[in-house]
């Protein structure tokens, strides 16, 4: 869906900006151009943009997780090597 009609920004866009590397409202301003002409899209842009980020930290988190679990167990397993 478009959210910015004057620069043709799609939520997709400000998703995509979000999943390579922009962390903040003004990173995805930057890289999309959203809410950089009339202005009446920020609020919807912020919006989609801060799910996004929060969707990526959630994302990094679980991965983390995951990676942070599997490491004992990988110790425990040289530890019966040795």
Known sequence: MYVCLCKGVSDKAI???VAQGARSWRDV???TGCATQCGKCA???KTIARNAMAQC???QGVAEQSAAMRQP???TDLAYAL
């Open 43 to 45: 609020c919807m842009g």
């Open 73 to 75: 167990a990988m110790l």
């Open 57 to 59: 930290a959630l994302e």
């Open 29 to 31: 301003r930057e890289q």
């Open 15 to 17: 998703r995509q900006a």
